[in-house]
């Protein structure tokens, strides 16, 4: 196995806040391999609890943003005496990790798509709290056409659009265009790809510019109420909001809106 500690495979950049993540095994269609899986796992657990880190921006060079699992690994693992068996449930359980370590991050992470997201790829697309793509991205969960059935791509699939759009892509395993997948919410938009960038940063700045306490309070109670009865969820905000209401950078933000005046935060 590669060394996991190879940083060509995965760039960083940080910039005023925002921590830039580049996917870069462009030989692989930055393919979620062990050193990627690995690799994203170790980048945003340690993003998590850095409070230089903001905002997070995964973005990807070459043409796929990301072709999903590496077939050809998933493929080299049934020579096992067990067919693969262990192999594939320490893949699955290690990509889903990743995925929830995106969810739970209590910094925001926006997904800029500029080519291909297919099959867990798209997955990590769905999982990112909001997603730019190019015009000329496509997106897809094919795994009906190989025998596999996105059922893990299907978790974020379906918290991200209806039941009925997101049955289309997995039972059909059609590609879908950059326009379609903003209609059914997969995507929040989809900008000229010379433009794509640019956009991405300026809304990772914008959010940068906010407290990372309050942002991390509404992300996690975002994900927190969603799954909730509605009486629950309106308890359970409730006391995040008085909670919320109690920390400095709120009676900073509602002092310095009231004197109008720019605030100054804390992130406390």
């Known amino acids: 196995m590669e060394n996991p500690n190879n940083s060509e495979t995965l760039l960083q950049e940080m910039s005023d806040g925002v921590l830039r993540l580049t ?27 850095d409070p230089s880190v903001r905002v997070i921006v995964l973005a990807a060079n070459g043409p796929a943003f990301c072709a999903g699992h590496d077939l050809k690994e998933i493929t080299g693992a049934r020579t096992a005496a067990d067919g693969g068996q262990a192999y594939f449930k320490q893949l699955f359980e290690t990509c889903a990790s990743v995925m929830q ?49 996105c059922s893990t791509p299907m978790v974020a699939l379906s918290r991200n659009v209806s039941n009925k759009h997101a049955m289309e892509m997995l039972l059909t395993g059609d590609m879908i265009s950059a326009e379609r997948a903003e209609q059914i919410g997969l995507i929040n938009r989809a900008v000229s790809a010379d433009e794509l960038t640019e956009q991405t940063m300026a809304l990772a700045m914008k959010m940068a510019s906010k407290s990372s306490m309050t942002l991390a309070v509404g992300k996690r109670a975002f ?46």
């Open 101 to 149: 370590l995106i969810v739970n991050n209590p910094k925001p992470v926006i997904a800029e798509v500029a080519g291909v997201a297919t099959a867990a790829g798209c997955q990590l697309v769905a999982s990112c709290d909001l997603a730019l793509a190019a015009d000329t991205a496509r997106f897809a969960t094919p795994g009906v056409n190989i025998g596999l059935f």
């Open 23 to 49: 996917l870069n095994d462009q030989k692989r269609r930055n393919a979620l391999s062990e050193i990627m899986l690995t690799q994203l796992a170790n980048v945003f657990s340690e993003a998590a609890l």
């Open 223 to 268: 994900y927190q109420q969603a799954t909730k009865p509605l009486a629950d969820a309106y308890s359970y905000t409730s006391q995040v909001m008085v909670d919320n209401m109690l920390a400095h950078d709120a009676e900073e933000g509602i002092g310095a809106f009231v004197e109008k005046r720019a605030p100054v935060w804390q992130d406390k």
